[in-house]
């Protein structure tokens, strides 16, 4: 009987410390879940010829249009300085006409002038101009996105993150290569 008693009172100081870490984990994803990002998305032009413009939304509305960037065969490609889209606001992919294109099959979105990961807490829309074309968003960072995030797309949604390049690990030999 000793002996159980011995391992139940071992038990406590275990318990008590998973049972914090479950606490502590949940009170930081609430406070991430918390914290929506206000919209911000920027062109970035300074690298390639992208032009991708950045159409922001009329008085009261919350649609930020994505217009431009460069087509090259089925592609169109985009590059952005910011990408965050806060919790109500769209950003949509537009042509520049305003008319359906459903002969692009990819467009490709890359983030290189934010130091941290996209926060997507509203809605990105790619089909209602593109309704044929996957999307691919990049970021060395990463995306986040929040518990109210949409993305309606009737094809795919890839996003792709990696670690900062002056992070990266050099590779590793392999024995059997």
């Given at each position: ?17 998973r ?17 929506s ?13 992208f ?5 922001p ?52 979105g ?60 050099a ?7």
């Open positions: 009987m000793k002996q159980q008693h011995a391992e139940h009172v071992r038990l406590i100081p275990y318990l008590a410390f049972c914090s870490l479950v606490l502590l984990f949940a009170c930081l994803t609430s406070s991430v879940q918390a914290a990002p206000s919209t911000s998305i920027t062109g970035n032009t300074v690298t390639g010829n032009t991708t413009q950045i159409v939304p009329p008085q009261g509305g919350k649609v930020y249009g994505i217009q431009g960037g460069q087509t090259v065969g089925t592609n169109l490609f985009h590059s952005f300085g910011q990408f965050n889209v806060g919790a109500g606001d769209t950003a949509q992919f537009q042509t520049s006409n305003l008319s359906q294109n459903a002969a692009i099959s990819n467009i490709l890359r983030v290189n002038g934010q130091q941290s990961a996209s926060q997507i807490f509203g809605t990105i829309d790619s089909v209602t101009f593109y309704p044929s074309a996957n999307l691919f968003l990049m970021n060395p960072y990463g995306f986040l996105f929040g518990p109210v995030a949409v993305c309606p797309q009737h094809k795919h949604l890839w996003t792709v993150g990696a670690e900062p390049p002056s992070s990266v690990p590779p590793e030999a392999s024995p059997n290569r």
